[in-house]
């Protein structure tokens, strides 16, 4: 990927990473955040999706997820339908708290990614999210913990690994005080991992293999180089 991006996200919280995405891709000329599906009514990211002028979806109350390895589902459909009218070509879950169907995850191979608040391999996978996961951590007595942006596989947390940064875990800290200080470093890691992916200096190859085609990522600013 290296000409214009259409970048569509999933959500199902408050949408601080979506509101990372608008902010750092509204300057951008060949960069779009073209909608925002949620996966609930009432979630908080539909509301910054009205105040950026972002389109939005939410799924049918009720869809039939098929079982895993079954093609078709309501919610499958619905999914790849929103995608394929925003024509997406690149996919964000930022908060995404629900399993993502298979041909979804076909469809979109090594164009889909998701942020998760913790340093995967560790503190991921089925059931760990939001606080379970920042509890898990202090509880764990690891001192370092982080922000992880993979590509996304047919399990929870576990695709390759495009890039990582590590927060400090600090005594006395609660699972909020964590939560609050690894979210500060998902919303600048998740915003260059996404223009890493549009610009071409990163791809998936191989369905498991992450090749960097260009470093872009200052160890020195915490930024990406280009930008
Ligand atoms: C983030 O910590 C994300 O990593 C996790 O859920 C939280 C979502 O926050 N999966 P927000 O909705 O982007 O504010």
């Keep these: 990927m290296s000409d214009a991006a259409r970048i569509a996200v999933l959500a199902s919280g408050g949408g601080s990473n979506f509101q990372a995405l608008v902010d750092r891709f509204r300057p951008v000329a060949d960069r779009e955040?073209?909608?925002?599906?949620?996966?609930?009514e009432g979630a908080g990211v539909l509301e910054r999706a009205r105040r950026a002028g972002v389109a939005s979806a939410v799924p049918p109350a009720g869809a039939a997820v098929a079982p895993a390895g079954a093609a078709g589902g309501e919610m499958t459909t619905f999914l790849l339908r929103t995608l394929d009218e925003w024509r997406s070509d690149i996919v964000v879950l930022a908060?995404?708290?629900k399993l993502v169907p298979e041909p979804l995850v076909r469809a979109y191979r090594g164009r889909i990614l998701n942020i998760?608040?913790?340093?995967?391999?560790s503190f991921g996978g089925r059931g760990m999210y939001g606080a379970r996961v920042h509890r898990a951590v202090i509880?764990?007595?690891?001192?370092i913990t982080g922000a992880t942006v993979h590509f996304v596989d047919e399990a929870y947390d576990r695709g390759p690994i495009l890039c990582q940064w590590p927060v400090p875990v600090l005594a006395g800290d609660t699972p909020e005080a964590v939560a609050a200080r690894v979210l500060a470093v998902e919303h600048r890691i998740l915003p260059a991992?996404?223009?890493?992916?549009?610009s071409g200096a990163v791809r998936l190859e191989a369905e498991r293999r992450v090749r960097w085609v260009r470093e872009w990522f200052d160890t020195e600013t915490f930024t990406n180089r280009e930008g």
């Design 95 to 97: 908060g995404y708290m």
């Design 116 to 121: 998760h608040p913790a340093l995967l391999p």
């Design 193 to 198: 991992a996404v223009e890493a992916l549009a």
């Design 33 to 40: 955040i073209v909608g925002v599906i949620a996966s609930r």
């Design 139 to 143: 509880e764990a007595g690891v001192r």
